[in-house]
């Protein structure tokens, strides 16, 4: 069955600070994984967008990586600020007749002054 | 503001009712996607149409249907509403199928 799990579930953190969290996912054939940021009630941002072949990439203060053999992708973001606070949602999608799209739950993000 | 816009941003309705949500891409964007979020299951993926045609179908139920217009506006209707109904549909699009989807701002349908 075709799953994507998140890791945390919730975090707190102080503006600032670094922070990491974690994607796995079982989703095949894989296609690319998205990260977005979602604030509350208002529409998914994307961040990033990898393929295969892709182990890093980049968006500002926001970096994603992407190990394709373990399955598993990170989203670390640096230096925090008040308005990362929101969900964030990574998003596995099979190449299965054209794209379906595995959300995971998301982790929700709180950085504190 | 990306550049998607839907309508209405609220809507409120009764069990076994019919509506419609409407969604208008970025100019240039081929590309639209349908997604509900509920509280409980979170964000599904339900369809994405391509230039008019259909592309991918995720979880969507066979009493929602959607389609793409010449003009590429899309709508959702969704029919024999229940209250598991409620929740926001979101609608979004990209240039193309690997893209960057730009998603609007939502139809918050509440199902009384």
């Known amino acids: 069955k075709n799953q994507v799990e998140q890791s945390p579930q919730s975090l707190i953190i102080l503006e600032g600070k670094n922070c990491t969290l974690q994607?796995?996912?079982?989703?095949?054939?894989?296609?690319?994984l998205r990260w977005y940021k979602q604030d509350t009630g208002r529409g998914p941002v994307s961040l990033t967008i990898m393929t295969f072949s892709e182990n890093t990439k980049s968006n500002g203060r926001y970096t994603a990586t992407l190990d394709a053999d373990t399955k598993q992708s990170s989203l670390h973001i640096t230096a925090s600020q008040l308005s990362d606070s929101a969900s964030y949602i990574c998003?596995?999608?099979?190449?299965?007749?054209?794209?379906?799209?595995?959300f995971g739950p998301g982790t929700r993000l709180s950085v504190l002054p | 503001d990306s550049g998607v816009t839907q309508t209405p941003k609220h809507l409120i309705t009764a069990t076994g009712q019919r509506v419609t949500l409407r969604c208008s891409p970025r100019s240039g964007d081929l590309s639209v996607y349908w997604y509900q979020q509920s509280l409980d299951q979170g964000l599904q993926f339900l369809i994405q149409y391509y230039n008019g045609e259909e592309r991918a179908k995720g979880n969507i139920l066979e009493r929602f249907s959607a389609q793409q217009f010449p003009d590429l506006h899309s709508e959702l209707n969704l029919s024999s509403l229940e209250l598991g109904d409620s929740a926001l549909y979101f609608c979004a699009s990209s240039v193309q199928s690997y893209n960057e989807q730009f998603f609007g701002p939502g139809t918050r349908l509440t199902v009384l």
């Open positions: 998003v596995v999608s099979s190449a299965n007749y054209g794209q379906n799209f595995v």
């Open positions: 994607c796995n996912y079982t989703v095949s054939p894989f296609s690319n």
